[in-house]
Every structure is written in structure tokens, then in C-alpha cells.
């Protein structure tokens, strides 16, 4: 659908027209990376991963400036899926891909290539916190109202409580915010996926919008311009202070003395024996690790990336998961056992620990 | 006979020491290092020379009293349960009775110096017991002195309605002469550590000067210095010189000065083993024809359990079928014949 895209001008003018009528159609989603690759050696990487280059095919074309138009296909078990999509590479560090395509290419086609290609290219990864960061920021550029719509989490009950259940829960209602300020009373939440509205003085919609764990931004109703402006650029923003955070925080000796840059997950509450030792259990199948401590409830373990070769010390102790890189460290590996911890044990509150 | 089961038991418990071991030689650092009130920090495996002309490098040393004063503490992350092996290891920390040397640059040498002997409180009764034995002995006199002492450690868990799990030391036996050490350290419940110990100061060093069980170094390497010089995901396989590695994991040894020619040697040699058991295991090899060249695969395990588990599983098979070779001997060589197909004709139609 986006073959008649030839410039920046003419991408703009096709999303406007389209998602400024009210109309049954995939939404448009604007998919955030990182990563300091030129767009021209995407093929180069997808060839030199031999299992990529088995089941992805993929065209590049320049179109204009920073802009590429990007042709995907897949191998999917004895099918194919195969789509278009817009790269704009136009922020430094940063690629956002568009793609209106169905949700089955968007997310079999194109976000598992991008996952794949890590840590040459890694995701933005945002917990609960962060979403709420950039709705509030969204909200002020729009100056309008927004409510959330539909959310889709993750719960674990906080206490023993045989009421409380755990699992995947999901929403659609009018005004959500407050179910969703009730359920985090009781569970620990894990955040995936977030539908807003953003609406004017007069209560007319303005933006019809979703933000997923995983940068995906999804446009279904409401002016592309704004969207990229307040929407898109909002969470590259949000995501490149995130990167800065993450960056530079390995383990340094300097002049005999060990610089140690740790950070920490706050929680409201304090872990149990049984949440431990699920994350005991969790981030063995993801990670190399050496647990020293499983849970007891004192948990400390060394990890270690497999893809990227960075390793961490990782405590968890009363309420806070405490990260420490050791080797390597980069700021995609940091992040990624970040989001990964909180999909296990729940979002928290990330801050840096002063030395 | 010993089992598979214990004796992975056995080297997953070992890991686990020298590792909270390590964390016990951050603690010590921290404590000192924050409070110089308790003693002046000096270093770790700080070289001092005694009156005898020995070169010692304790785990920790520092000084008190406005440097008048000494104190080393030495850290043991298991003692033998073998009485005489116990009783040699203690009959070496008379080195540290003999005045020594070069404390500091200003600092030549002190009035008095003080031992404390850190171990784990498996071992703690033992030790004690052979001390108190020993100490009878005119050239051990040392150890029933003030100014010797011995500490333990512990992680203790939480009881019902206390906050978290917290990392003590409190004594056993003796006594220094520092009376702030010791007002702290015998009050209820002994030195209770900053929470930090637990959580981000226990990965400053991964070595204390003590040798640490193979399993813990394989451990190391694997997750902390053979992946970084990994340059592509993918699964494929690199070659290493060893002193390339121990290059790399020299940051990981705790020390304040430059290594001698004999220590290097020494933890050189420690990665050396550790790989050669790699190969052992399976996990790497050696390049054919170059001394001292490994071939790395990448990743260089894959599992789903911890890897320590897995060394150990690997390690007590690997010993169990040693055991079963010694026993039995060199196999007998055996003819092998293979098996007559359907194709195959019988030998005597060959006779007509």
C-alpha cells in the first residue's frame, strides 16, 4: 500500500489522507529502533546471519534523503508473508519503521527481523512508568484530555491473597486509568500494551492512538503530522534519554580503584520466596547465569547476554532489583535484561545508584 | 562409595563459598574504606615484607592508632576437614606474627600488628578447636595472644517481620587491640554490612588471593571474559591466546600495585586450568599446533540451568569415570567383527 510513496511529502500527504477518515483499516504502526547501522547495510546484516538470510528476503530502495522504502518477505512455516514499509532513518541513532500493512506482517514479517537482528539493532523497551511519561507529554503537546482506552497487562497478586489471581488481563473501557490505578493496589503489573484517546476542549477526538511495551506506536485515527510530531518524536525522545541512561555503565578500573555504575529497579513491595525463585527459573532459559543466590528470599546471580557477550551481577534483595554491569555492558544489553526482569517480577521504578 | 549426586552437591556449595567469599573481601573493603576511624585501609594483597626477609601479601591490611598499629585480615573461603592439612594451613599464619615492613611509603613499619583470621562458619568450630590445640605449641604461642582473632560470616535470612537478608561478621575466638573494631564487632549480632555489600559491591572483585575452586574460574570465564571477545552473535568460534585472556581478566583480580612476575604466574596459571578443564569437558579445544591457543565456540554453552550446575554435573561424571577406568584397569582390546549383510555370501560358497 505504500508503493506510491516517493518522498517525504508524499508519505505525509498519503497517512494524512488516510487516517483522517473514519474507515475499517489496519492501523498504522511506527515501529522504534535503535541503532547506529546506515539503513544501506540492513541487507548486508540479514546475509551475514545465516539463519535470517534462510527465511528473509528483503529490497532496499533510497527514496529521498533519510528515507527508504523496505520490501520484507518471510518464510512462516510453508507460508510466506511478505509487505512494505517506510524506513525514515532521519534521527540520529534512531530508524522508525511505517508500516500499514496487517498486524500478521507487521509482527511476524517485520518485528521479529528487527528483534533478530540484536544487538546490531535492538528495540525501545518501556515499562509502566515510561508509558505514563509519554501519555502525559502526549497530552500536553495535544493540550487536550487523554484517557486510556483498553490495556492489555500481566498481573501477579502482591499478597497470598486466594481472591487475587494471577495472569493476563485485559480491558476495554471508556475511562481504564482507574481500573488500571486499582489493579497495581493489588498486583504487580507488567505493562504490554496501551490504547488512548486524545480529545479536545469540545470532546472531539483528536487522536486514536496505542503504545506497546516494545516501541510500536500505532496510528488509528487522527492527523499523521501531529502523530509523528507528538506521538513518534515523544517517544524517541523518551527512548534516546533511556539509551543515555543505559550507556557507559561498565565496570572500570581507573588507576587501581573499580568504578562500578549499578542501577536499580525500585518496587513497592517487597519480593516473596515464590517470585524469586520463578525469576530463578525465568532468566536461566534467556540468559547464561551462575546463581549464587536463589531466592531465599535473597537472590544474586552473574548473567550473561548471549548475543551481545555483556554480563551483569543482578541482586534482588527486600524491594529493589539491583543491576550491576560487569564486562561490556552496552546499553542495548542493559536494557533488554531490564525489560526482561520486569516482565518477570513487574514494573518498577528504574534509577541510577550514586557510588 | 561417593555418589554423582553428593559430589555435584559438593561443588555447586564450593562455588557458592569462594563466591560469598569474595563479597565478604568487598564488605571489609567498604567498611574500612568508608570509615577510616575503625583503621586506615592499606590495600588488598598489599605486599609487606617481614623482619625475616618473607614476602607476604595479606587479603587485607591496614593501619590504626595514627599508623602506629597493624592489622591484617586473611581470608579463607574453605579450610581442609583433613586434621593435618587443617593444622599446616594454620601453622602458615605465623608468617604474619613476624613484624612487617613497608606499610605504607610514609609508613615503614608499626609497633604492633594484629591477625584476624575470616572463614566460613562451617569450618568456623574446627578451626577453633585445632587453634586452641595448637596455641600450646611455643612457636604458636601467637594464637592464644591478644591481637589474634578469628571471624565468621553469615548471611542470614530474614525471621518473620524483620526487612531483609543481611551479611554479618561477628567473632569466635580472640581478640585485636583495635577497641573500635572491637566494640563493633562484639555487640549483638556482630558487624552488620551496608545492604549495598549484598547487592552492587559484591561484584567489584571476582577474586580473593586464595585459589578458587575450578568450577568458580570455568564460571567466570564462560559468563564474564570469554564473551567479550565475541564479535558477531552467531554461532561460530574464534581462537584465543591464553595470555590474551588473562589479560582481560586481570581487572577481575583485586590489587592495588602491579602483579610480580610469580604472582601473575600464578593466576595465570589458574585460567590455564580452568580452560584445560574446558577441554576436558567438551567445551572447548586446543588449535592443533600452536602452544597456549584455544578454540572458543560461541556461545561456549548453551543452557537452560544454572552454569554452575552444569560444570558440576559435567565435572562428576567426568570423575566418576575416571574412578571406573582406575579400577578396572586398562580395557583389553577387543576384535571387533562386522556384522554379514543379506548381500554377503557365505565363505563356503567360495570353496567350490
Known sequence: ?355 | MISAPDIEQNCVRDFRKYSDTVAVCCAIYNLFSKDPDLAKFVGIEHSLRNTNGTLVTPDIAATFENDKRGLVLELKWSLPSDEGLLEKEIRELRKYAVPCLHWRKSVDKVDTQDLILVCHIDDAQRTVDKIKSLSKDEDQSHLAREGFAVWSWSITPPKKGERKEELRLFPVYGKTRNQKIEKLISQPGGILFSEDVLTFLRFMFTFIKEKPPLQYTMTVLIQNILPTFQRSPERESYDIHVDMIYERAKSFFPSWHEYDAATTQIKRRWIGEALEKLCELGLCCKVTHKDDWWKIPIPILRTRKPIQDVLCKKMAKAYLKQLRTKKKGRPRSSVSRPKATKKDKAITDYLS
Open chain 1, 1 to 355: 500500500m505504500t508503493a506510491q510513496i516517493a518522498d517525504r511529502l508524499s508519505m505525509n500527504l498519503f497517512f494524512e489522507k488516510m487516517y483522517t477518515t473514519r474507515q475499517k483499516r489496519p492501523p498504522l504502526k511506527a515501529l522504534i529502533l535503535l541503532t547506529e547501522l546506515e539503513p544501506e547495510s540492513l541487507r548486508d546484516f540479514v546475509q551475514k546471519r545465516k539463519k535470517l538470510a534462510k527465511i528473509y528476503n528483503i529490497n532496499l530502495n533510497k527514496l529521498e534523503g533519510d528515507l527508504y522504502s523496505l520490501n520484507v518477505k518471510r518464510l512462516l512455516w510453508k507460508d510466506h508473508v511478505s509487505g512494505n514499509a517506510i524506513l525514515d532513518a532521519s534521527c540520529k541513532g534512531v530508524w522508525v519503521v511505517y508500516c500499514n500493512e496487517k498486524s500478521r506482517f507487521a509482527r511476524f514479517g517485520l518485528e521479529r527481523l528487527f528483534t533478530r537482528l540484536y544487538p546490531d539493532i535492538s528495540r525501545l523497551y518501556i515499562n509502566y512508568l515510561q508509558i505514563r511519561t509519554l501519555l502525559d507529554n502526549i497530552k500536553n503537546a495535544y493540550h487536550g484530555q487523554t484517557t486510556l482506552t483498553y490495556f492489555i497487562l500481566k498481573r501477579e497478586p502482591r499478597s497470598a491473597d486466594a481472591r487475587l489471581r494471577s495472569g493476563t488481563f485485559q480491558l476495554w473501557e471508556e475511562n481504564a486509568e482507574e481500573e488500571l490505578r486499582s489493579q497495581s493496589k493489588n498486583y504487580r503489573l507488567t505493562i504490554h500494551i496501551v490504547n488512548f484517546e486524545v480529545k479536545d476542549g469540545n470532546d472531539a477526538i483528536l487522536l486514536q492512538g496505542q503504545i506497546s511495551r516494545r516501541g510500536v506506536c500505532k496510528l488509528r485515527f487522527g492527523s499523521f503530522a501531529m502523530f509523528h510530531e507528538n506521538v513518534v518524536l515523544k517517544a524517541i525522545g523518551l527512548g534516546l534519554k533511556w539509551k543515555g541512561f543505559y550507556g557507559h555503565r561498565e565496570r572500570l578500573v581507573k588507576d587501581g580503584e573499580i568504578l562500578l555504575r549499578p542501577f536499580r529497579i525500585s518496587y513497592s513491595s517487597q519480593f516473596d520466596e515464590k517470585q524469586l525463585y520463578r525469576l530463578t527459573e525465568k532468566i536461566s532459559k534467556n540468559y547464561l547465569c551462575s546463581i549464587i543466590h536463589g531466592g531465599n528470599p535473597y537472590f544474586a546471580a552473574n548473567v550473561c547476554d548471549y548475543f551481545d557477550g555483556s554480563s551483569f551481577g543482578v541482586t534482588a534483595l527486600g524491594n529493589n532489583v539491583t543491576i550491576t554491569p560487569i564486562t561490556k555492558g552496552s546499553h542495548q544489553a542493559a536494557w533488554k535484561l531490564t525489560n526482561r526482569l520486569q516482565e518477570i517480577l513487574g514494573d518498577g521504578e528504574i534509577a541510577s545508584i550514586m557510588g
